[in-house]
T-cell receptor, first 112, second 113 residues
Framework: QKEVEQNSGPLSVPEGAIASLNCTYSDRGSQSFFWYRQYSGKSPELIMSIYSNGDKEDGRFTAQLNKASQYVSLLIRDSQPSDSATYLCAVRYGGATNKLIFGTGTLLAVQP | DVKVTQSSRYLVKRTGEKVFLECVQDMDHENMFWYRQDPGLGLRLIYFSYDVKMKEKGDIPEGYSVSREKKERFSLILESASTNQTSMYLC????????????FGPGTRLTVL
């Protein structure tokens, strides 16, 4: 059974701090990794994708991938109240199709 | 911008009714997906399609069927709705390439009474 694990939270951080969200996955053959943000009552929207070991930065967001340890993380610098949402980690497993396995998400609350 | 639309935002049906949920994308994507999202269970794949008239079961296909007659349109059918199918249903689409991003529609909140 292929799994993607996230701490459900809530993760509470003060405004301006760094929020660190973590995700582990079970299949070493995984190739592609995605972070989605989902506001309450809305659909998921892509924040970042990462395919290679190391860090990938986009504005205030940094995705980190470590395939040997089978984890992927998302750092949000200078957290804002508008970042308060559920963050979903998604992993694409090997094969011809583009199916993703989603974690259950981590609820982030940024306190003003 | 990729646009994925779903036919209804909210839907209320009675047990035993046949329910159609429709999804349309405007980016000529090969892949289309239907998920349901429930608290504590996350997003679970019901069915996906990688080409017109082609479909594959996801993790929870029981009680559902799908139809893809045109590339831009993917329908989810509940043959006989039951209360345990009350959920948020999300459609997504992506290009065929490995690792390509899935883009989501706004979702349909279905309540079965």
């Amino acid at each position: 059974q292929k799994e993607v694990e996230q701490n459900s939270g809530p993760l509470s951080v003060p405004e301006g701090a760094i929020a660190s969200l973590n995700c582990t996955y079970s299949d070493r053959g995984s190739q592609s990794f995605f972070w989605y943000r989902q506001y309450s009552g809305k659909s998921p929207e892509l924040i970042m994708s990462i395919y290679s070991n190391g860090d990938k930065e986009d504005g205030r967001f940094t995705a980190q991938l470590n395939k040997a340890s089978q984890y992927v993380s998302l750092l949000i610098r200078d957290s804002q109240p508008s970042d308060s949402a559920t963050y979903l980690c998604a992993v694409r497993y090997g094969g011809a199709t583009n199916k993703l396995i989603f974690g259950t998400g981590t609820l982030l609350a940024v306190q003003p | 911008d990729v646009k994925v639309t779903q036919s209804s935002r909210y839907l209320v049906k009675r047990t035993g009714e046949k329910v159609f949920l429709e999804c349309v994308q405007d980016m000529d994507h090969e892949n289309m997906f239907w998920y349901r999202q429930d608290p504590g269970l996350g997003l679970r794949l019901i069915y996906f399609s990688y080409d017109v008239k082609m479909k594959e079961k996801g993790d929870i296909p029981e009680g559902y069927s799908v139809s893809r007659e045109k590339k831009e349109r993917f329908s989810l059918i509940l043959e006989s709705a039951s209360t345990n199918q009350t959920s948020m249903y999300l459609c997504a689409s992506s290009r065929a390439g490995a690792g390509d991003t899935q883009y989501f529609g706004p979702g349909t909140r279905l309540t079965v009474l």
